[in-house]
């Protein structure tokens, strides 16, 4: 029922930007954070940002300066807009929602490649 979906995703050269958008549907609790992860090949999945129903905001700190998240509450979607791109932030990259309510829940989109190129 519940569902994330992502788009965006592609290759882009470095120094190019990207703009990764999710859509979520079904019944999820309104007062619930946000976030993009990324996992690269090897690597273990790692939070790239995150944001609040209140739009507080947090990031990691390989793409602070660079990544913009954000979210329309009444449209029940949060993007990424990443500029600056650099061959390390190649990944597929997922949508999150964290619900703490009633108990703990975490809804996850089925990701979206970012190639950027060298």
């Known amino acids: 029922q519940v569902q994330l979906v992502e788009s965006g995703g592609g290759l882009v050269q470095a120094g190019g930007s990207l703009r990764l958008s999710c859509a979520a549907s079904g019944s999820i609790f309104g007062f619930n954070t946000m976030g993009w992860y990324r996992q690269a090949p090897g690597k273990q999945r790692e939070l790239v940002a995150t944001?609040?129903?209140?739009?507080?905001?947090n990031y990691a700190d390989s793409v602070k300066g660079r990544f913009t998240i954000s979210r329309d509450n009444a449209k029940n979607t949060v993007d990424l807009q990443m500029n600056s791109l650099k061959p390390e932030d190649t990944a597929v990259y997922y949508c999150?929602?964290?619900?703490?309510?009633?108990?703990?829940?975490?809804?996850w989109g089925q990701g979206t490649q970012v190639t950027v190129s060298s």
């Open positions: 944001i609040t129903y209140l739009f507080s905001t």
């Open positions: 999150n929602v964290n619900v703490r309510y009633r108990g703990v829940y975490d809804y």
